[in-house]
């Protein structure tokens, strides 16, 4: 058993919608590809994963230093134990060969991309759904059947009224969702007020609304917008500030009782630990929302379940970022709060396999080997075609 090939190419999202910082004009994401010597059905048993969104495509790192690594590896030395699988911590351990510590970003996003790919397989060769692979190694064997998922909505799209922006989150709420975030920060605050307002209008109370600013404030706008949001009571308030910044969220801890909510731009295991210990976060109350794709992927992530369940933090409490199948087949398998998604915003990349059901505010899940990815027939048409099967 081996591994053949690792081939990866960049997609562009072709979108225009923007939030409070950019928009998504020019964005990319890698696809990857990782081709076994398995053959199932008369075809190779291929795993797959994209770098998640809103972060560009990252082949440079993957063809100059991680792909090569792993091929030039004698194959037998990433297998498991007993040889009947690919062994992810040996495929990580090879990628990481010759990296010096910190700066982590450079290369997080690539590892993490090419290792959840790898897990795609090791399930895949397993005939499991990697939802269920997780539950057995990280979580007692216990797999639901559903997950709590919410939506993300509420963009600055071009010429939105705020009749276009109550209209939407009523099609989230009739699609079955029970808990919509909006966006925040791209007006000013009253003009944001009003916007918020009118959701509350169409979804009834607080706790059923998040809001996100995508890091956009500065000392004076986050606390101001933390005073403004505070009567609200909201489910959180989301990546206020730079996330590197823990003098400013553990200052917004102090005053805003309401949950806060970061974490989808920091990529090691020492960024989230630094910020529970310097960030003021509050364990039980507040949210942390790493993407395990681009925070070194699955294997890295249970470890950083493991260091936050050290500092007291339950797995309800974890959300992870990306909105697609690799952050619901986590989100299930880890037992997490739930998962984010993204309908009709991403292009390709965004939302669910194409029989996946919202009911109640949860989404069901399949029972396809793997994350999935061939029950989203546009996006698995991109991954088949990379890997030529």
Known sequence: MRIVDIRETAIPLKSTLANSSFDFTEMTTSVVAVITDVIRNGKPICGFAFNSTGRYACGAQMRARFIPRILAADPATLLDERGSNLDQGKIFTCMMRREKAGGHSERSIAIGTIEVAIWDAVAKIADKPLHTLLAERFNGGKAPAKVFCYVGGGWYWPG???????????????????????????????EDLRRLEAVLEVVGSGDR??????????????????????????????????????GL???????????????????????????????????????????????????????????????????????????????????????????????????????????????????????????????????????????GI
């Not at 939105?160 to 009739?174: F, N, P, S, V, Y």
């Open 160 to 190: 939105q009224t705020i009749q276009d922006l109550q209209d939407e989150m009523r099609r989230h709420l009739g699609a079955g969702y029970a808990m919509v975030k909006m966006k925040v920060g791209g007006l000013p605050l009253e």
């Open 209 to 246: 609304l998040a809001v996100d600013a995508n890091c956009k404030f500065g000392r004076e706008d986050a606390l101001r917008y933390a005073k403004a949001l505070a009567p609200f009571k909201l489910r959180w308030f989301e990546e206020p500030c730079d996330p590197l910044d823990f």
């Open 249 to 387: 969220f553990a200052d917004l801890a102090e005053v805003y009782d309401q949950p806060l909510a970061t974490g989808e731009n920091l990529y090691s295991t020492q960024d989230v630990e630094n910020l529970v210990r310097f960030g003021g976060f509050r364990a039980g109350r507040d949210v942390i929302q790493v993407d395990p794709p681009q925070a070194y992927g699955i294997g890295q992530y249970a470890r950083t379940i493991d260091m936050l369940a050290g500092h007291g933090w339950p797995r309800g409490a974890l959300f992870p970022h990306g909105g697609n199948q690799m952050s619901l087949a986590i989100a299930a398998g880890f037992g997490l709060g739930g998962a984010e998604s993204y309908p009709g915003v991403f292009g390709d990349f965004g939302g669910f396999a194409d029989d996946a059901r919202i009911e109640g505010g949860t989404i069901s899940l399949s029972n396809r080997p793997g994350i999935g990815f061939e029950g989203q027939a546009r996006l698995y048409r991109i991954m088949r075609e990379l890997a």
